[in-house]
């Protein structure tokens, strides 16, 4: 899997539960390293055992936790970065669930080995959506379950997102509805500062 | 034909960067954005050219000139700050006079997003400058992650240069290795011998044929050293023709003085290089630690030293033994003090 993915959950766990829990983590989990480098690639196995470590760890389920990894994605101040760059999806946040089908490959303009499972949006009726998201990323429909709550709080829109179910091929469906766009403030996003 | 401010309306809406222009050269209609770059003035009934300086093409100050730029294309940018330099196509409106000029930020669009806080409404839908924005960022921290990698890396590489045992152009351990062989050997209280051998005639090799050729001598003694020595015994670099060997569990002079001699007798050999002969051949001090305890490293080292040193001031290409009475002729003087004493004399 990639760096980049498993230096996120590395950042997750050192800022919202100490360097310690991740060290026992990683330890627990076999790994013989403690630090994972953002642009190198890792063996599947191990953030799968990561994964199953950080859960008896912390003594959380799963969902919650990759749930709360995509939270920690767009809202905690060390990773603006990535927050800008969901941004620029759209104007508004209805914009921006629009340009989710694009983020796979925005995702591989960026860092070409990058490869994030398919995202699909469907609009049913005015203001309900959902958002399939394809097989090769266990977890990931729970992530993105957690980037959608932290957007709608960006972009100050009230929405609620309810992961419903994983269909039989391992891909996992989000339903969102919109209750309000412009509900709150939401937070700034100027094009030309970049982050940091 | 579509009336000018209804086409001023929609161009507003596709090109958002357009000014239109009339036969005169007057601004009649900007676009919001292009407006919007100068808040506080006002850009209809202005002189284009008045506006904008041109760079491309250059000495242009008539409307005529404008619309005969090859392929309508422009460089251009404003003459007051901030001085946004722009890209843009001149298209005359057939029939009635006057033209289009469509702009674009092109490469400057960075400067001009933050010069003049724009936002992605800002842009036609169909521009691609927010793609090149995200593109912009994006690469920027994936650069970042890189770079940080490449530093973390950079400084294992030094960290493992620094911890590294061998010598990377002999392959023979090196001062570090040798000194904790030392180090080891004097405390479990082993007998061995230390044998301190300088390379002679080795500087004229190197002034003379080069780097290159001093290389190569240096391999090619290195492996006639570890063809003399046991496979437990230590063969170490420890300056640029100097050399320290370690013989675990050998003190029998008789042997030792044996070694030595067939040590020089295979430097003296003479070494090709390409069409080149190489002669060296070298001077060796031996000290013993008997083992029996109180030795001290830095002590055997000096021993071999003085040992070394007579040895060059009895002519090169000889060995001898550690005597007390070196101790006492030349106290505190290494091999360094012995070149000084005896310098190289140059082989032709």
Redo the contacts between chains.
């Keep these: 899997m990639h760096g980049l993915i498993n230096r996120a959950i590395q950042s997750f766990v050192c800022d919202t539960y100490g360097a310690d829990c991740w060290r026992r983590a990683t330890r627990r989990a076999g790994l013989g390293f403690t630090q994972f480098e953002a642009m190198l690639n890792y063996d599947d196995g191990q953030s799968r055992r990561l994964l199953a470590a950080l859960g008896e760890v912390l003594g959380r389920d799963r969902a919650g936790m990759l749930e709360d990894l995509g939270t920690y994605l767009v809202s905690h101040p060390r990773t603006e970065a990535l927050r800008r760059l969901l941004r620029f999806g759209g104007v508004t946040y209805v914009d921006f669930l629009h340009s989710l089908d694009d983020l796979p490959d925005r995702a591989r303009l960026a860092v070409a080995d990058l490869q994030l499972p398919a995202l699909e949006l469907r609009e049913h009726a005015s203001g309900r959506f959902s958002l399939a998201c394809g097989p090769g990323l266990p977890g990931f429909g729970s992530v993105m379950t957690g980037i959608l709550r932290a957007m709608a709080d960006d972009y100050g829109a009230l929405a609620t997102i309810e992961r419903e179910r994983a269909s039989a091929d391992g891909a996992e469906v989000i339903a969102i509805t919109l209750v309000e766009t412009a509900f709150a403030a939401g937070r700034r996003f100027d094009l030309g500062a970049s982050a940091r | 034909m579509m009336a000018r401010e209804h086409l001023g309306e929609v161009l507003g809406r596709l090109c958002p960067l357009h000014a239109l222009l009339d036969e005169a050269g007057h601004v009649t209609h900007a676009g919001p954005t292009l407006q919007k770059l100068r808040p506080d003035l006002a850009m209809p009934g202005r002189r284009f050219l008045e506006l904008f300086e041109l760079a491309r093409p250059r000495a242009v100050d008539t409307m005529a000139g404008l619309v005969a730029a090859p392929g309508g294309l422009l460089r251009l940018r404003f003459r007051d700050a901030p001085r946004t330099a722009f890209k843009g196509q001149i298209v005359p409106l057939p029939g009635e006079g006057g033209a289009i000029v469509n702009l674009s930020f092109g490469i400057s669009v960075?400067d001009a997003?933050?010069?003049h806080?724009?936002?992605?409404?800002d842009f036609s839908p169909t521009d691609l400058a927010?793609?090149l924005?995200?593109?912009v960022?994006?690469?920027?921290?994936?650069m970042e992650?890189?770079r940080s990698?490449n530093l973390?890396l950079q400084g294992a590489k030094i960290a493992a240069e620094e911890q590294a045992f061998t010598d990377t152009l002999t392959g023979l351990k090196n001062r570090r290795a040798a000194d904790h062989v030392l180090r080891r050997l004097t405390g479990a209280g082993h007998p061995f011998a230390l044998m301190h051998l300088d390379l002679d005639f080795f500087k004229a090799v190197n002034d003379s044929l080069g780097h290159a050729a001093g290389d190569h001598v240096l391999q090619r003694v290195a492996r006639i050293m570890l063809a003399e020595t046991r496979s437990y015994d230590t063969v170490a670099r420890v300056g640029g023709d100097e050399f320290l060997l370690i013989f675990h569990r050998l003190t029998d002079r008789a042997r030792l003085g044996e070694i030595a001699k067939r040590l020089i007798a295979g430097f003296e050999a003479p070494i090709a290089y390409g069409t080149q002969i190489c002669r060296v051949s070298a001077s060796i001090g031996i000290a013993f630690s008997d083992g029996q305890g109180g030795d001290d490293p830095a002590d055997l080292l000096h021993r071999a030293d003085l040992a070394l040193y007579a040895a060059k001031r009895a002519g090169r290409g000889r060995a001898r033994m550690f005597e007390p009475a070196m101790a006492r002729r030349e106290p505190g003087k290494g091999p360094a003090a012995a070149r000084a004493a005896c310098p190289e004399p140059r082989r032709q």
């Design positions: 960075l997003v933050r010069d806080a724009l936002t992605s409404a927010i793609e924005l995200y593109l960022e994006a690469k920027t921290a994936a992650a890189s990698l973390r």
